[in-house]
């Protein structure tokens, strides 16, 4: 062989050397991002080809994969519609998005890694390659309830079991409807997302659990009062200073009551008729005494800083750090830089009605194949102790006068004792303040605790309060619960 003819051959084995290695990179190592690609067309036909899983209420589907003609083989649908957007989230021709269709996609698309022996199983069988299905522990009741007392208010409202840490509702006003999203029409699907993305009430940020956060207002007291009670230093009947503004070190802006007047007689009052009549100036007092970093210690045994996923991810609620004397006044009572999700609060109140364990929340009851077996379950777990059974005692009968004869009475219900604390939270100058109410019942065994916020007063505007505007929302999902 001459030596043009061998440099040849060489260069012609080098190409057929690259073009093997170059496709080896691609089918092997490649292939997992390419098929994830949004503009891969031959991957997104591929997933409308296969049934994708339901995601149910009970019995009820609340997003399940209807059979159609033409190139996409299955259109997704919400029955339920804007009940349950921000919990199903939407599927599209873009993909997963928002939701459990984002964060369970490979369950409900069947590329779950749990599901390879089903997926060799069909290849055998011939069977059709369906998703997983999703269980959920929302109540039905309770989910129906709460979107409806919020109405056209904006805000949120979360119910959990306690004992357990299962969602029982999770609402976020406004909500959108994600059939919509789901479309085949493309065009459409592109205006109706600009729509919705560019809306500014922000009808596709689920309230709930992510968002801009909301200061809690003088629903965090109860925090304060977990930190007091738990110190040793402060019991149920210890006696505070309630004047009607109270004066604050390092500064000539004091802290004042609603209203303007004065605690009790001499400007004295216990601390449990200072939770009951939600007296800001006894719990701004109470902050100073206890420092900010005995806030912030007894606020993250009730979950706060925790990064926690339901599945979805939750934005976690703070109290700031490095607190001066005021800020740590104003914190007390919920303001300043204090910020929270309503989950977090439902948490606060969980933790408080099962005798001081916080349960980790979650939303998914079981996985289930396709043939209905069961390929997980959401098991009940302890996220911390937060207070111990003797303060979470004192807490509930401070909490239950809230209701029986303070700031919380819209909260009552026939035959049942519920314990409750209102918030009215300040967040913007001249902007009417978000209400809010946290509460458990019945009091003495509790099955359902809730967190309702209603932004900025909601149809009351100025007017509204937490126990005038939201407390009717949490009777409202309790009620459903229990009766």
Known sequence: MNAPIRRLSTFVALLFATLLVSTTIIQVFLAKGLNAREDNRRTLLSTYARERGQILVGDTPIAVSTPVSGEFKFLRTYPA????????????FYGAAGGLESTENALLSGSSDKLFYRRVSDLFTGRKA?????????????????????????????????????ILAMVSKPSYD??????????ALDTAYKALNGDPARPLVNRAIAGNLYPPGSTFKVVTAAAALSSGTFQPDSVLPGPANLDLPQTTVGLPNSGGRACGADDKVSLTDALRISCNTAFGWLGMELGGDALRQQA??????????????????????????????QSAVGQYDVRVTPLQMAMVAAGIANKGVVMKPYLVQSVLASDLTTIESGEPSTL?????????????????????????????????TVAGKTGTAQHAPGAAPHA???SFAPAENPTVAVAVVVEEGGTAGNEASGGRTAAPVAKAIMEAVLR
Request: charged residues 15%.
């Open 81 to 92: 519609g804007p009940m349950y957007a921000d919990l199903t989230g939407y599927y599209s």
């Open 130 to 166: 369906k998703g997983a299905n999703l269980v959920l522990t929302i109540n039905a009741k309770a989910q129906e309830a709460a979107y409806d007392a919020l109405g056209d208010q904006r805000g949120a409202a979360v119910a959990l079991n306690p004992k357990t840490g299962e």
């Open 178 to 187: 994600p059939n919509v999203l789901a479309s085949h029409d493309l065009a």
């Open 300 to 329: 993250a045994k009730f979950g706060f800083g925790d990064q926690l996923a339901v599945p979805m991810r939750v934005t976690a609620s703070s109290v700031p750090a490095e607190l001066n004397k005021p800020q740590e006044a």
């Open 384 to 416: 911390s102790e937060a207070i111990s059974p003797d303060v979470a005692a004192e807490l509930t009968t401070m909490m239950t006068s809230v209701v029986a004869s303070g700031t919380g009475t819209a909260a009552q219900m026939d035959g049942i």
């Open 436 to 438: 809010w109410f946290i």
